[in-house]
């Protein structure tokens, strides 16, 4: 058997022409500007990709976003599976303001390792290269980057190059691995043709792994094909696990009928949502207030929408501010609780704030009303033995029903089944017939039902001392 190395997803982050592709060509020896007009221009307008082996023997997929403001929808459409930052300030010029706007969607998207590379080291003095990195680790207070190894690095001169590759590789080992037991999500962020094989997508796979021959499906158009091909770094493998970036050749779907922001899963779990319920943050330095009924862009996975804010605890939210949050979305998207996002202002364009999915299929609410919020305080702290409790208090429900519903892993719901029946809260309802599923349900809405049958049956027997008992259908009514 052969073992495949541990992967992990790296991207760059920082202001324009502060030397991200350059960096990335340096430590890959490829090229992340793939387009014409980009190598012409100098300039990344949309994502770049590029992979290297680390000392360790773990396989990293570089991401390089744009820096220049006009493209931050194509840093947002990379920047949701990132691992690692590798945040890029130029020693010359120091913190700038698109490196204080994505370091400030770093932090949104709790992307909570990362390393700040200071480019161009060859071009200043020490003392200056010094007040730059104090600049640096001031701007890093407070975000998740906080305490980020800062490496002074050329490019020209290759100083500082391994010994980024050393802390890269050092900080990728302390990551968890990826989980790999869930069903698999690939926010697609690349569709092209490739003559004779058809259709190919890519983007980041998380959760669960993807295998040749797979059925998939691709939402929100709930379009079925299968898997004809798999490649990572433009190697073919037959199967993929989460955490890298994988291009999938599908069989079964047109190019034309799919594109960026779509989802690639296996069929029949997750449904599009076009209401979401949210906790939410306003950056400090975001330039604008948020009331009832505004209208904000909403960024999440490789996908955007216009969406409406129903301010479910606040009248509204000014600056540094969090609240719950109702979205209600102007085209359908794929999300998961859990999954975090960004929030912009549609015009003049600019980063307001972002948030976390508690609940992707939630009903509309009442704003103010006490039981929502409490209820979304449960959600948000998503301990499936809490989520799986409050279910089954509103009704018995089997497994799958649990598992859809709460957009959980069907072992997690297992888990928590086992441990409620263990601590004795919950039984389950064994069916007699082998085609309906074990029903769950809480033990003290069983004993109160059994409790109204046994003084039912003691009021019947005193009522009619002569009968041999209560016929079943009437109990049952
Ligand atoms: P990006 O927009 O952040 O991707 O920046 P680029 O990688 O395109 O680099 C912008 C410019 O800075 C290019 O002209 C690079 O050649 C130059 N550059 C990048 N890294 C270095 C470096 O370490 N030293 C010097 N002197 N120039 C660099």
């Not at 990572?232 to 955490?243: D, F, I, L, N």
């Not at 899963?265 to 009924?293: C, F, H, N, Y």
């Not at 039912?456 to 005193?462: E, K, R, S």
């Amino acid at each position: 058997m052969t073992v495949t190395p541990p992967t992990s997803v790296v991207g760059t982050a920082g202001h324009v022409d502060h030397g991200k592709s350059t960096l990335v060509k340096a430590l890959t020896g490829i090229d992340p500007d793939r387009l014409r007009e980009e190598k012409e221009r100098e300039m990344t307008i949309d994502l770049g990709f590029a992979w290297l082996t680390l000392p360790s023997g773990r396989r990293v997929s570089m991401i390089d976003v744009p820096g220049h403001e006009r493209f931050i929808r194509n840093m947002l459409a990379g920047v949701g599976g990132f691992d690692a930052a590798l945040l890029v300030i130029a020693a010359d010029e120091g913190p700038m303001p698109q490196t204080r706007e994505h370091l400030a969607i770093l932090d949104l998207l709790e992307i909570r390792q990362g390393i700040v590379a200071i480019t161009k080291r060859d071009l200043v003095e020490p003392d200056w290269l010094e007040l730059v990195m104090n600049e640096t680790i001031e701007l890093l207070q407070g975000t998740t980057l906080e305490g980020a190894p800062l490496i002074p690095v050329s490019a020209i001169t290759g100083e500082g190059l391994a010994e980024l590759i050393q802390t890269l590789d050092t900080l990728l080992a302390t990551l968890p691995p990826h989980p790999a037991d869930g069903k698999p999500r690939l926010a697609v962020d690349r569709v092209f043709t490739i003559a004779g094989f058809g259709t190919v997508v890519t983007g980041t796979l998380r959760d669960g792994p993807l295998s040749v021959g797979q059925e998939i499906e691709i939402l929100p158009a709930g379009k079925r094909g299968r898997i004809r091909g798999l490649q990572r770094h433009r190697e073919k493998v037959e199967h993929a696990s989460p955490g890298a970036r994988t291009a999938v050749n599908i069989s079964g779907i047109a190019v034309e009928e799919i594109s960026r922001g779509d989802v690639l899963t296996i069929p029949g779990w997750l449904t599009p949502t076009q209401r979401i319920d949210a906790r939410i943050r306003l950056l400090a330095d975001a330039p604008a207030i948020l009331e009832q009924d505004d209208e904000v862009m909403l960024f999440i996975g490789t996908s955007e929408t216009l969406a409406q804010l129903t301010l479910l605890d606040a009248e509204k939210l000014t600056p540094g501010d969090t609240g719950w949050v109702q979205l209600r979305l102007r085209k359908p998207v794929v999300a998961v609780r859990g999954d975090r996002f960004i929030l912009r202002r549609p015009s003049p364009s600019a980063t307001l704030g972002g948030g976390v999915v508690v609940d992707a299929h939630p009903p509309r609410h009442r704003r103010f009303h006490l039981a929502t919020i409490a209820t979304l305080e449960l959600l948000a702290r998503g301990e499936p033995v809490e989520l799986v409790r409050h279910a089954l208090a509103e009704e018995p429900r089997d497994v799958a029903t649990l598992t859809r519903q709460l957009t959980l892993h069907e072992h997690h719901v297992a888990d928590a089944l086992e441990a409620l029946q263990a601590q004795g809260e919950i039984i389950a309802l064994v069916s007699p017939t082998p085609h309906t599923p074990t029903l769950y349900l809480q033990r003290e809405a069983l004993e109160a039902w059994r409790s109204r049958l046994v003084a039912l049956l003691a009021d019947y027997h005193q009522q009619y001392p002569l009968r041999r008992g209560m016929p079943k259908e009437a109990a049952r009514s």
